[in-house]
């Protein structure tokens, strides 16, 4: 990648960030995000979500720095080296998931996601849905806390945790896992091809209200959740040479 000449800096607001941001800008400047050929940004892995979700409207690379926990989709903070790890940097392009879902009032609402789509019961009671592929019903009624959809980028996240497959980084597939399964008790999930279209319909809706999520925008009282990959959008990380996603994604399946 040729050297950046215009470089915009987004901080996710903690004291760490935003110090970081003032001496970057002093290094470097800031053109502002609309003029900017790549975006840093400085936070964890929510705020790149955040700044990504930003760049699917006006495309451009994002180059996160970690000053949160996991930092999974970031780089380590070496301000001295900031142009030579730009120049260096691998990319990484991720396509969406596009959420589609009826709510019980039959209003219609639309989401983007990056990691995942999940279904999570919105009360006490566990939600009962039915899970149908490509317009074939494949279990007639699971029931459990949630369920969700997640990408290769997504798999390592809220997927891994709820006992999900690891998918490479490169993959044409999805995750599709359950969340607290109570029956069928044994169902683990499966692995979908990333043309897959699914669809969520749920049961018992007033008794059993679900919500459903698009990484972070929630819509609730849902009756049918529809989701697909969207691939006219697409997003860009920069990756440091030798750490790139693929290799974390790789790396996590050795972890004990």
Known sequence: MDQPRKLTFVSSGTPEADAAAIRFRERHGDVGFDQAEIVIALGGDGFMLQTLHRTMQAPKPVYGINFGSVGFLMNEYAPETLLVQLAAAKP????????????????????????????????????????????????????????????????????????????????????????SPFRPRRWRGAILNSRAVVTFRTHEVTKRPVSAVADNVEFRDVVEVVVREDRSHRVTLLFDDGHSLEERVLSEQFRY
Not at 96 to 113: E, I
Not at 136 to 156: N, Q, W, Y
Not at 158 to 166: D, F
């Open 92 to 179: 990484t392009q991720i396509s969406p998931l596009s959420m589609r879902v009826t709510d019980s009032g039959g209003h219609h609402h639309h989401a983007l996601a990056l990691n995942e789509v999940s279904l999570f019961r919105a009360s006490y009671q566990a939600m009962k849905v039915e899970i149908s592929v490509d317009g074939k019903v494949r279990l007639d009624e699971l029931i459990c806390d949630g369920v969700l959809v997640a990408t290769p980028a997504g798999s390592t996240a809220y997927n891994l945790s709820a006992h999900g497959p690891i998918l490479p980084i490169d993959a044409r597939l999805l995750a599709l896992t359950p969340i």
